[in-house]
């Protein structure tokens, strides 16, 4: 009996040990890895392999810190290839999944958050786009997936809670799916352009931003609802930086009169936080 009372008291002395819980944040200066996986236009599965990460026109824009995403295009070719497109219709002959992501081992064994802030979002309504964690066994034999679709101008999180001991690959980052494009429609199919968190999600949400004219030929005014205006950044539709204004007023003037028509995205950062909005130049 007295042996159990001091096995007892050993445990109720011992520490509570939980599992540890990590935070991860989109970073452009990561070590940033792709894969693709390829299906028949059916969804049979065809193969899986690693893929630079400019073939899968993946930008990542390291001094800017932002990550852009599109469909894929490498794989067309000059359009002969009857493997990739159809040579009779002319269309993409396959669904190519491109991942980009960081792999940190490390990770393993731990609850896991990852977080980024979608600058813009001008992706062609036919493809898919996700936010995910993944985690394998140590063989890959066994994928559990979490992930989450994007929103321009907000911020997203995905979580991962379901810890094992046989967790030993993790992998955070994003995928594009669907059919192989024609790189003539790479400006009209659009782009995702992601960032790290934006720390005022609340600010973003109360930002009065507007801009004025627009669509607009010669300039955009933009004002913050009677905040202090710090910096407009532009970026075109493939997430590329395209030009970077210094203001310290309530009213920025953004001269596009070099720009090309189209659509580009306006990140507009002042003393109570950042807001992206969609400007036109006509």
Known sequence: MKQFYLIAAMLLALPFVGTAQNTVEVDAN???????????????????????????????????????????????????????????????????????????????????????????????GVYDIVAFIKVFNSDFSVLKEENTTLTEGQNFSVQYTNVEAADAVVQYGFKVTGVVADPANEAALGSVVVTAPSLGIGDNEALQISAFPNPASRAWNITAGGQNINTVVIYDVLGKTVSVVDVNSQTATINNESLTRGIYMAQVSTDQGKKSIKLIKN
């Open 30 to 124: 990561a070590t940033i890895i792709g894969f693709a996986n390829v299906f028949e236009l059916n969804g049979d599965f065809v193969f899986g392999e690693p893929w630079g990460v400019p073939d899968l026109k993946t930008v990542v824009d390291a001094g800017g810190g932002t990550i852009t995403l599109q469909p894929n295009y490498n794989t067309w070719g000059d359009g002969t290839d009857p493997f990739w497109v159809d040579q009779t219709t002319g269309e993409g002959n396959k669904i190519f999944e491109g991942n980009t992501f960081v792999e940190d081992n490390n990770l393993a064994g731990s609850e896991l958050t990852f977080t980024g802030f979608v600058q813009s979002f001008t992706l062609d």
